[in-house]
Structure formats: C-alpha cells, structure tokens
C-alpha cells in the first residue's frame, strides 16, 4: 500500500522558513516523479514543484522560484521542500504527490498525501 506522509508544516512569521518532508513507503519510487502542490481556502490546488527521483532534476513555479528548494534523499525515501522568505500568499495545506509524469497539473499525479498545513502571518 502506498503512502505518502507529510510533516513540518505550522505557523511562521513573514519573512520566515519551514522546511516540509515526505516520507514516502509502499512500492519503490525509482523513475516516478515527486511532486509538491499547495491549496488555499476557496481556490485550486496548485503546482509548487517536482523532482525525479532518479537523476534529481527540478522544476518550480513562478511563484516560488528561489525561494523553494526540492531535494530528495533517496536512502530515506523522502523529499524535503525548504521554504524561505515565505509570504502571507504561501499559507495553504501543502501536498506530497507521486507521479510517473513530470508534470505541473493535480490530474497527472497517481499517489497523494494527506497533507500539511502552513501558515505565515503579518
């Protein structure tokens, strides 16, 4: 069974950092995509970025670009997203997804975590 953890989430002032993992367990990962995905109150869930678990390439949003950073390790199976310089904008409930496409839409990803929340504040 797979499943996907997420942890690190909480409440951080303007300007601040949080560092996000997920624990992924239940089939081997190699050649699948990680991605991370964010959903505020009221809107859509949105790409943040992904990395290949083989390899290490990455992707980001616009939004997020040098500000985030993905990274795996892949003897603990588990991916990281390190925020900084976070935004009021960035408070949503961040998502672990796994998928073999290395996409920026919800639809292409085939595992998901219950995800975690993250809120920054003025």
């Known amino acids: 069974q797979v499943q996907l953890v997420e942890s690190g989430g909480g409440s951080v002032q303007v300007g601040g950092s949080l560092r996000l993992s997920c624990a992924a367990s239940?089939?081997?990962?190699?050649?699948?995509?990680m991605g991370w995905f964010r959903q505020a109150p009221g809107k859509e869930r949105d790409f943040v970025a992904h990395?290949?678990?083989?390899?290490?390439?990455?992707y980001y949003a616009d939004s997020v670009k040098g500000r985030f950073t993905i990274s795996r390790d892949i003897a603990k199976k588990t991916v990281y997203l390190q925020m900084n310089s976070l935004k009021p904008d960035d408070t949503a409930v961040y998502y672990c997804a796994a998928g073999v496409v290395a996409g920026s839409r919800s639809g292409e990803y085939d595992y998901w975590g219950q995800g975690t929340q993250v809120t920054v504040s003025s």
């Open positions: 239940g089939r081997t990962f190699w050649g699948y995509v």
């Open positions: 990395i290949k678990w083989s390899g290490g390439s990455t």
